[in-house]
């Protein structure tokens, strides 16, 4: 177990966080901005809980990119927790500092305030029931990995893309801005090609993955995909 790695983790998660705040409200030229604080709020109480709820080798192991890792997998990880979630701060709070329209109807932003939260709920309780949920795509040999069918994946095959997808898309309906669906819808469809780039990682390289996938159908909708 490598505490150092997991402390690593754990101040790069956080700073992740601090970043993003930052970037919102110096983007946006003001402090008073009611949802601004709601979904900084959101973040951080989500960042501490999955600190929380993983245990070192986890913590230590989504802080690197691990052996076996690829290129263009490392590529699209960044742009969906960290690029995609900085251009959508960042175009909300243009869109306050300067009242683009259209505007949002206060029910749709508390809709969005909702969706963010099951988005948070879905995602942890991924993390929580997968001991080998990484940043990062790989076969994690020498922590022993095996196929997680527990908790969410027993419902679908990618229940963290799922709650990343449901966070990401009602983000900019929280914030107020029909602007930053752009950015987040771009980020949506990146976590949707990085699902179907894993699945099929896992289908040739996880031992027992092709039986679970016989099992659970649907990779991130139940019904449709």
Known sequence: MNHGKAFLGIVKTLGSAVVL?????LSAGRLNWTMGWAY??????????????????LLAERAQV???????DVILAVIMARVGPAVIALVAGLNVRFGWKPHILPGVQGAGIFMIILG?????WAMASNKFFSGVVRIQKERGHTVVTGGP?????????????????TVPLMLGSVWALIPALVTAGVIVVRTALEDQ?????????????????????????
Not at 156 to 167: N, Q, S
Not at 203 to 208: A, E, Q, T
């Open 21 to 25: 705040s930052l970037l919102l409200f």
């Open 120 to 124: 948070y709920v879905v995602t942890l």
């Open 153 to 169: 994946y027993a419902i679908i095959r990618h229940p963290g893309y799922f709650g990343a997808i449901l966070g990401t898309v």
């Open 40 to 57: 900084v709020g959101l973040s951080l109480i989500g960042t501490v809980v999955s600190i929380l709820i993983v245990d070192m080798d």
């Open 66 to 72: 691990g052996q076996g890792a690829r290129t263009l």
């Open 201 to 225: 990682t896992l289908l040739r390289d996880l031992p027992g993955y092709s039986t679970y996938a016989g099992n659970v159908q649907y990779r991130l909708l139940p019904g449709v995909w």
